[in-house]
């Protein structure tokens, strides 16, 4: 509320996604990289594997160009998106752990030194010196992991600093151990598939063979390490948090099933192709594993991110940016008291503060699709009942007169012809489009709250007597509006899904 | 359960303050070794001053000094969205789609730098198109800090600039503000990269020369221009001067003089000295001018102070550790033991 708001068209959550997932992706590869690549020079120095040392040099200088530049700026990057994105998040995040922060930067600055003078020192170095610097490079890349970790599973988990603000409490909070865990299996499973796109360019022959299973056991290690942790992530997140997702929000349930079938996919994928053909084993093959690695983990971290939700800060800031612990003042002053940066149209300033911080008009999560159809009171009652909504929406804390407000603005913007002549459709088609803007936003198809079964034998009259009465059913459910073409073809759907019929 | 208020700062204001301004001015000494350097290699390069192997030579320190540049500036970025968030993100938001675009001019700056020195590496030779490609990319960083900085100590602007457009696609517009600013800021770093250019150059008469005419007019040009800049702050000046800005400027301008002076007397770690202390007076200086900035709309002393010592005794403890493993790690690179070239003729 303290801030302006960055009115951009693409949505908050791909901006961030585009970003974060690059990042992670980069640097949990430069950690378990640097491990990668000094346990394999301390193995063929032993060995005196001439080979083996030279394609160890032409990955450090993949792995410095890929880590130093793309990763630690992409770094700095994430630090100004959430900033922009997220400024009343980070700010709490920043006066509450900058001392993490901070400790976190030590381990980077030496991390970055380490891996320069690693890169530059195969030839000008002793065996044991440039060890060393990897040794050191490696303690430092996941020395600052174990520390961002911390702060990471604070935003799903704060555990008992919610009673205490004791910094420890919130840095060993409940997913602490498992994450950790978890991303230091990815760091392994990475350096595996970075190892095998690398060595996926060498020449046919003994040495490629031997180096592709090498790598191939890495990232099939790492992804056996990552899925055992996975399942203790899930248990380690209060059931409250994951009972909630697995009844109302089809996000972060998809990107875990996605995760699972990815993961499967990528261990079956590399333990195939490495037995098979380790010696022809090509770039097209190793570019495909790294794909699957990063849609991976991207749909881990999409799932991650999601679980969080109502909230940015799990029991402390909603997804908005508003402050749990403000609620009182936002319902007795309204939130337009509290939003310092005001444009002169409340009604948009109240929609970006409530809503765009997840919704965009006509882009990702777009609202205008969404309201077609629908006439003012209805978006009012949505609005007011947004918490009850599926998908786990924050709710709404201002005045009833400010929620008229962003009804007005919505509706405004939205096209309020009856959804017959929105739509070319009719019959059980237009009732199906009627459901999915009346019902659905609330009694999706097939998930907790489905209320099919409950149709069962009713007469058209009762359907439409129960449509009369939506008000009276149960808390925040919108009186129906919808003209009679509407309600016609809705009481049609609504009985053939009484009578078992699939949307 | 009433839930912990953020809104403190997790140690002594002077603390933060100190580490900020010290953080803040390696990170700039960095930069403008970086910046300056690359600016004089290519303005060398183009009057074919210097070339060859003494300019590949240099060229071949920028990614170092791009990664220390990097590294040294996520501190002092910290320690100041810890004390001025409202304002700093404010300005950031404003401006938001210039701001991010930063890291994407850093990351085409560091790769043209590599690429740079890579080649001079193989070929002996500078592309100047790279260095060129590298110095527009921290240029255009430089200009965008100096304009979102400036904005954030501009809070009726800022309003007035939101209250008109909410894109991020908007500029700075009161160039007057920090115009000034930035150009002191460029001249800095080509005063400290000409310092820079002429220590790498020591054996190397052009060079060396080259390095030293940056430093000489350049230190001429910045105190030039920080005098116009001065007189620009119109209102804030008699504020300012009332401030403990004024003695830490002439100590900061003798600092610079001694640094010329001991330079000239090849002297050079001493000048070196001199010249980062001068650097850091002028980080305070602009840490006061803040300050000034924004009286009237942000307060200092309003901050809660609940320290965090034991999170803050780990970072000291890491802090102190980061600078011995840096420092033997260099002495480890730099002054390789008599018997590497013996052992690695038995390495395989």
């Not at chain 1, 430092?140 to 600093?161: D, E, Q």
């Amino acid at each position: 509320m303290h801030y302006p708001f960055w009115d951009q068209p693409i949505g908050y959550g791909v901006l961030m996604a585009v970003i974060a997932v690059f990042h992670v992706f980069v640097s949990h590869f430069a950690i378990g990289g640097g491990l990668y690549l000094v346990v394999n020079e301390r193995l063929a120095r032993r060995a005196g594997d001439r080979e083996r040392l030279a394609f160890l040099e032409q990955l450090s200088k993949f792995f410095a160009m890929v880590t130093l530049v793309a990763g630690a700026l992409t770094g700095v990057g994430i630090w100004f998106v959430i900033g922009l994105l997220a400024p009343a998040a980070t700010e709490a995040l920043i006066h509450n752990y900058v001392w993490g922060w901070a400790t976190e930067w030590t381990f980077f600055v030496v991390e970055i030194a380490a891996a320069m003078l690693y890169f530059y020192g195969w030839k000008r170095l002793t065996a044991k010196a440039h060890l060393t610097l990897g040794w050191i490079y490696f303690g430092a890349a996941w020395l600052s992991l174990v520390v961002i970790n911390g702060i990471l599973t604070f935003m799903l988990t704060p555990g008992r600093w919610l009673e205490t603000g004791d910094f420890w409490q919130g840095f060993f909070n409940p997913t602490y151990w498992p994450s950790l865990v978890l991303r230091t299996g990815v760091c392994v499973m990475l350096a595996g598939l970075y190892a095998l796109l690398v060595a996926s360019r060498l020449e046919a022959g003994d040495f490629k063979a031997r180096t592709v299973r090498h790598a191939a056991g890495w990232a099939v290690v790492g992804l056996a390490v990552t899925a055992l942790a996975q399942a203790w992530y899930w248990k380690a997140i209060p059931v409250a948090v994951t009972a909630r997702a697995l009844e109302t929000m089809p996000t972060p349930v998809r990107a875990i099933v996605l995760s699972l079938w990815l993961a499967a996919a990528l261990g079956a994928g590399v333990v195939a192709l490495v037995i098979l053909a380790p010696r022809r084993f090509g770039t097209t093959a190793a570019l495909g594993f790294m794909a699957l690695g990063m849609a991976w983990f991207g749909a881990f971290e999409w799932s991650r991110e999601s679980l969080r939700k109502p909230y940015i800060l799990v029991g402390y800031m909603y997804g908005n940016g508003a402050e749990v612990a403000q609620t009182a003042t936002y319902q007795r002053d309204g939130f337009l008291s509290q939003i310092t940066y005001r444009t002169g149209d409340d009604g948009a300033d109240l929609f970006r503060h409530a809503c765009r911080s997840c919704h965009t008009l006509d882009g990702y999560k777009a609202l205008k699709p969404a309201l077609a159809g629908a006439d003012r009171a209805y978006i009012l009652a949505l609005i007011q009942g947004a918490h009850l909504l599926r998908g786990n929406m924050p709710p709404f804390l201002g005045t009833a007169a400010e929620a008229e407000q962003i009804a007005d603005h919505l509706y405004q913007r939205t096209d309020h012809r009856p959804l017959a002549a929105i739509y070319p459709l009719d019959g059980l088609a237009l009732g199906r489009r009627a459901y999915d803007l009346r019902c659905g936003k609330c009694h999706a198809i097939g998930t907790a709250s489905d209320k099919a079964k409950s149709l069962a034998g009713q007469s058209a009259e009762d359907l439409s007597g129960l449509l009369d009465m939506a008000a009276s059913l149960g808390e925040g459910m919108p009186a129906y509006t919808g003209d009679a073409a509407e309600r016609k073809a809705l009481v049609a759907y609504l009985r053939s899904l009484g009578q078992g019929g699939k949307p | 359960m009433t839930l912990p208020d953020y809104h403190f700062i997790s140690a002594p204001l002077w603390l933060v303050t100190t580490l900020h301004l010290l953080t803040l001015s390696l990170h700039l000494a960095a930069m403008s070794c970086l910046f300056g350097g690359a600016l004089i290699v290519l303005w060398a390069g183009v009057r074919k001053q210097w070339a060859g192997p003494d300019a590949a030579g240099f060229v071949r320190v920028l990614p170092a000094a791009t990664a220390a540049t990097v590294s040294l500036g996520v501190a002092p970025l910290l320690f100041l969205q810890l004390v001025y968030p409202r304002q700093v993100y404010a300005a950031a938001i404003v401006s938001g789609w210039f701001w991010l675009a930063v890291i994407g001019a850093v990351i085409t700056a560091y790769y043209a730098f590599y690429r740079t020195s890579f080649q001079a590496h193989r070929t002996g030779q500078v592309s100047l198109g790279l260095l060129a490609l590298a110095a527009l990319g921290l240029l255009y960083t430089s200009l965008v800090y100096s304009s979102v900085f400036a904005l954030a100590e501009q809070p009726d602007l800022l309003r007035a600039l939101y209250a008109k457009d909410q894109s991020g696609w908007v500029w700075n517009p009161a160039l007057g503000a920090y115009g000034l600013r930035w150009l002191h800021m460029v001249l800095g770093a080509l005063t400290v990269g000409g310092f820079f250019v002429s220590v790498v150059g020591q054996k190397a008469p052009a060079m060396a020369a080259t390095g030293r005419a940056a430093l000489v007019g350049g230190m001429a040009a910045t105190a030039a221009v920080g005098f116009l800049y001065l007189l620009s702050l119109d209102a804030d000046l008699p504020i300012y001067m009332r401030t403990t800005a004024m003695p830490v400027l002439v100590v900061a301008l003798a600092l610079a003089l001694a640094a010329l002076h001991l330079h000239s007397r090849k002297r050079l770690a001493l000048a070196g000295l001199c010249l980062f202390l001068s650097v850091f007076g002028m980080v305070y200086l602009r840490h006061v001018l803040r300050l000034v900035r924004l009286r009237g709309s942000f307060d200092l002393a309003a901050w809660r102070i609940a320290p965090q010592w034991s999170p803050f005794l780990l970072f000291l403890v890491c802090f102190i550790l980061m600078l011995v493993v840096l420092v033997w790690m260099a002495r480890l690179f730099f002054r390789p033991e008599p018997e590497v070239e013996s052992q690695r003729k038995h390495q395989p």
